[in-house]
């Protein structure tokens, strides 16, 4: 079975930073990218950044120069740092793996608050 476990949500200020890690096991097939979403109450769940197994990224418009995403191979593990939160960045955040075989996997979500 396979398991994304995340960690590193919470509340914090306007301005202010958080990591967001999700570490990804029992992917039979190897990873090829790994990445965030981001959902808000009453919308859609949208893209906020990915990253290849090459290193390539891509990011949402409007995370560009505030979000950085890096991953670990070796460890199976992505991470998302957040600095200059804003209150639009508030949403669950879920960590998505699609493997070689294009399977796709989602892990729980972890919640960002964001105070004005």
């Known amino acids: 079975q396979v398991q994304l476990v995340e960690s590193g949500g919470g509340l914090v200020q306007a301005g202010g930073s958080l990591r967001l890690s999700c570490a990804a096991s029992?992917?039979?097939?190897?990873?090829?990218?790994m990445g965030w979403y981001r959902q808000a109450p009453g919308t859609q769940r949208e893209l906020v950044a990915t990253i290849s197994s090459s290193g390539s990224t891509n990011y949402l418009e409007d995370v560009k120069g505030r979000f950085t995403i890096s991953r670990d191979n070796a460890k199976n593990t992505v991470y998302l740092q957040m600095n200059s939160l804003k209150p639009e960045d508030t949403a669950i955040y879920y960590c998505?793996?699609?493997?070689?075989?294009?399977?796709?996997?989602w892990g729980q979500g972890t919640q960002v608050t964001v105070s004005s």
């Open positions: 998505y793996v699609r493997d070689r075989v294009r399977n796709e996997y």
């Open positions: 029992r992917i039979i097939f190897g990873i090829n990218v």
